[in-house]
């Protein structure tokens, strides 16, 4: 952020002109530039040409990353240049925009367009989504959907950030998800409780802190156990 501050500073003073970059990597500071401030954003469209046209470039609009800048429910009506923005971004299929709209549905109740739009986003990848539709099927009573929660939850801890993507997601519905999802089968993935040998975060810790916590791999630990303890841990929050 600070090196797109200093271009920003140093095309400003050759307002109209260009500036010798490649243009992918123009591009990349424009959707950096965006994710972190709308102001700035106009500030850098300002400055020069080449950032100006990389800003009406699809890609930038479709990179841009917004979770932590639009929650889902705001105290305060978004305003018309926030809504311009993130319709601009839906139909530059940005994934977060779409994420954010699946969410939306499936909280407010439309539970099927809600998750159909949020099991197109997961499958393109996006972490978040994969958390959230992946602990949706996990709660659900049908077992073959439950095998493919288990799919999208191991992609995450293969990758390492099942917990950010919890902190994430929390952050971004704050109290709607208790309210509103359905974690309701109480049967556990773990069908041999009584007998398992269960499953703990690494030696000398009582709770998950971070994703490297999550990194046992010990044969003898039990991987529906740690998914049992991931919806706990999600509920209770
Ligand atoms: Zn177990």
Redesign the pocket.
């Known amino acids: 952020m600070a090196t797109s501050r200093l271009l920003m500073k140093r095309a400003s003073n050759k307002r109209g002109t260009t500036i010798s970059l490649p243009k992918n990597l123009i591009t990349n500071i424009v959707a950096r530039v965006a994710s972190h401030s709308l102001a700035d954003l106009v500030n850098l469209k300002r400055c020069c040409k080449d950032f100006l046209d990389a800003a009406e470039d699809d890609f930038a609009y479709k990179h841009v990353s917004l979770l932590h800048k639009f929650p889902l429910f705001p105290w305060r009506p978004l305003n018309d240049k926030k809504l311009s923005f993130l319709k601009r971004c839906k139909e530059s299929q940005n994934m977060d925009t779409l994420f954010r709209e699946g969410l939306l549905e499936y909280l407010r109740g439309e539970k099927i367009s809600g998750l159909r739009i949020l099991k197109i986003v997961a499958l393109k990848g996006h972490k978040e989504a994969k958390y959230v539709y992946g602990m949706i099927m996990l709660s659900s009573e049908d077992e073959e959907l439950r095998k493919e929660g288990l799919e999208h939850m191991r992609f995450l801890r293969e990758s390492k950030c099942v917990i950010r993507c919890r902190g994430k997601v929390e952050k971004l519905v704050q109290y709607a998800w208790k309210k509103n999802i359905l974690l309701h089968n109480k049967k556990?993935?773990?069908?041999?409780?009584s007998i398992?040998?269960?499953?703990r975060p690494r030696e000398g810790r009582w709770l998950l802190l971070d994703d490297e916590d999550d990194n046992n791999d010990n044969i003898n630990m039990?991987?529906?156990?740690?998914w049992?303890q991931e919806l706990e841990l999600f509920n209770i929050h």
């Open positions: 556990t993935l773990c069908h041999n409780k398992c040998k269960g499953w039990c991987e529906y156990c740690r049992d």
